[in-house]
């Protein structure tokens, strides 16, 4: 059965994935000489800045499988954490390379310039925006023993009893703990 004429305008996630991951990279192109041998020539390391088993972790393992499949050449992730990112983001920018790329995270590049007084990585000179990945929501979630049925009753019950919720983030400066304490300060 031939396709559908729309089904070019709504993509599959694998199509899109596809497609950024080979955008994303041939940014890379420019930089290398027709002289030169074509990029990728041997396999790419990329760096995630957080342990195993995260969002970012799932999104560049499945970035890494299309872009190995696109650019012919492996792509393996490598999870670097520690330091919030820093460790990773310092050697990843140090990198002599054009092999090696990183997971840029809202942490890494947008908060961790502002939460450390000395980092070891300038976020805007070191690295260069090549694409946007995917976009990650957040939630809240509660015990079901807590009376909440929703937001509105949750900051209400949270006024209420000040001393009896605690919350729990992936650390200080993390997505989590900015949105919570966020949440915070607006209710």
């Given amino acids: 059965m031939p396709p559908h004429p729309s089904s070019a305008l709504c993509p599959t996630r694998r199509q899109l994935l596809t497609a950024s991951g080979a955008m994303a990279l041939g940014g890379l192109l420019p930089a290398?000489?027709?002289?030169?041998?074509?990029?990728p020539s041997k396999s790419v390391r990329f760096v995630v800045p957080f342990a195993p088993g995260g969002s970012s972790e799932i999104v560049a393992r499945s970035t890494a499988a299309e872009l190995s499949k696109t650019l012919g050449q492996s792509v393996f992730v490598d999870n670097k954490p520690g330091a919030a990112?820093?460790?990773?983001?310092q050697e990843v920018a140090r990198a002599e390379d054009q092999h090696t790329l990183i997971l840029g995270h809202i942490g890494t590049l947008a908060v961790n310039p502002f939460i450390f007084d000395k980092l070891p990585y300038d976020a805007n000179k070191d690295f260069k925006p090549v694409s946007l990945l995917a976009k990650v929501p957040s939630l809240y979630v509660v015990h079901p023993d807590v009376p909440a049925k929703n937001l509105k009753e949750f900051i209400a019950y949270a006024k209420k009893n000040p001393a009896k919720l605690s919350y729990g983030s992936a650390g200080n400066g993390s997505a989590g703990h900015l949105a919570f304490e966020y949440l915070k300060m607006t209710a």
Avoid: D, E, K, R
Wanted: glycine fraction near 8%.
């Fill in 32 to 39: 290398t000489s027709w002289s030169q041998t074509p990029w």
């Fill in 85 to 89: 990112g820093n460790i990773a983001m």
